[in-house]
């Protein structure tokens, strides 16, 4: 596999100290909620790429000002991790694996790993209200709402379910994907160029790449899922079998062609940086390369 | 059972009329993402008392200003709405009436059920950053974030769970029953003053009256659970036969006057507003008074 860029790495360790201060461990073992607080704690903190995060970070300092962008990053970390809760669960992808462990509701517990998912959301708008001055802290929720719900997470979660055994055209699948994956990124990027106080042009150059960028990561995720080990990618291989993914629909060359494609459109769309965007195109060529 | 007063009717009808608005039926039925509004809004519409909603319009009522409470009243409806979808689920207490009709999840299936839970609560965050200036935007998140979290809906809804078929303490039921009702009781009342510029005091007395109402709602929860029927309730009887409840606790009698002795105690509390708090007095007689 493909070795991390250092800044990379670097940016996944702050992120991780800072995620582990947003839902802290319970003060005593067996104390009321603290088994919620472990489920919490054990999706939030689990070996992670924390891409989306990384993004956050990377988009604010391309605009100039990374300082204030940690804790929206943490937002959308915890956002994403309470998406993956809900994805594994029985009544959804089923999954006994996630980062290279067992998922949470087979360790804590399906009525705990509900209850984590809800924290973890809203944990996620008390950060954001207590972390920036009332106009950010507005403008972010609102950003990250719209990516959750009804044109988001939700929307796509929900079609992604009722469309297990069906078979989708192509349309069908890039709304789901874009819902499920794509929305989060472009509002990563979105966010991480308002906390640097970026113009409308930072802000719509970063949201097209990570818009491309994310349909990207769904298509190698699909790829993975056919090719890759459950020690690559911290998943059951082969779950999605039931399922239309990018690979099902034009191969696995296809898919392999489409995810480069996909990246290197990323890439040209911050073509008005320069040179600047240096990291965020390594970052695209990290995604496209994750075991192609 | 005893009539509703009509201030209370009326404001139910201006808060269903919100409800609805807040959440709109899918242009197109089989629209993508339309089965998960419709779920949305099936928990969200359904017949109800909305009694936080309420508590939210008379506060700020009683503070003089009440033009601006209505969207944080159907945030913390929709909130309300979300935990109730929660608590049915089969991993929780698996019931199959809500509100005199099957529950969301025996109509739409677990996973659309779960994410009708997760779109209200995040909707309810969108509609606050949405419906207010960004410094009352930013302070009723981090209120109702509050509410939810880990000392409140989701620590109770765990500790609740994990207590089924065990033996409780009268401290513990009293802490898990503040946090899954008392809460956002507390929340509303705290959130209508804010909306009307309430003084510390106003809220103070406004926090203390809604946190005793919250905890005698729940008792009266309580004692229909054992003496009401399914007609009156709606739900279905005797669910809670393997928990800890105040009736188990107390008996019927000592459960019945503790719950006059809390709405007692939330009508004193609003003794510095004197005959201007007449409303959330009777309201407090109503909570007592149902089916008693």
Chains 1, 2 share one sequence.
Not at 31 to 59: C, F, N, W
Not at 77 to 106: K, N, Q, W, Y
Not at 175 to 196: D, E, M, P, Y
Not at 229 to 256: C, I
């Amino acid at each position: 596999m493909r070795s991390l860029p250092a800044f990379f790495t670097e940016s996944q360790d702050t992120i991780a100290r800072a995620l582990d201060l947003m839902v802290p461990a319970p003060e005593t073992q067996g104390a009321s909620a603290s088994q919620v607080i472990d489920a919490m704690r054990y999706t939030l903190l689990a070996p992670s790429k924390r891409v989306r995060a990384v993004v956050v970070l990377l988009a604010a300092d391309l605009c100039g000002h990374p300082s204030r962008a940690l804790p929206v990053a943490c937002a959308i970390e915890a956002i994403h991790a309470s998406s993956l809760i809900l994805d594994d669960l029985p009544c959804m992808d089923d999954a006994p694996l996630r980062r290279g462990r067992p998922t949470v509701h087979t360790v804590y517990g399906e009525a705990i790993a509900l209850l984590a998912a809800f924290g973890l959301l809203n944990e996620a708008y008390r950060h954001l209200a207590r972390s920036y001055d009332a106009p950010l802290a507005a403008r972010l929720t609102s950003l990250c709402a719209d990516a959750v719900g009804l044109d988001g997470l939700v929307a796509g979660q929900a079609e992604d379910v009722l469309a297990t055994d069906a078979t989708l055209n192509f349309e069908t699948l890039e709304r789901i994907h874009r819902r499920k994956t794509g929305v989060l990124f472009s509002a990563a990027a979105t966010a991480g160029a308002l906390t640097a106080g970026g113009s409308a042009a930072d802000v719509a150059a970063l949201t097209a790449y990570a818009k491309n960028l994310g349909l990207a990561f769904q298509v190698v995720d699909d790829l993975l899922d056919v090719i890759g080990t459950p020690e690559e990618t911290g998943k059951a291989a082969r779950h999605d079998a039931r399922k239309t993914t990018f690979v099902s629909f034009s191969g696995v060359d296809g898919a392999r062609e489409l995810a480069h494609e996909l990246c290197r459109t990323a890439t040209l769309a911050l073509a008005p940086f320069g040179q600047r965007a240096a990291r965020l195109g390594e970052l695209a060529d990290f995604v496209a390369a994750r075991r192609l």
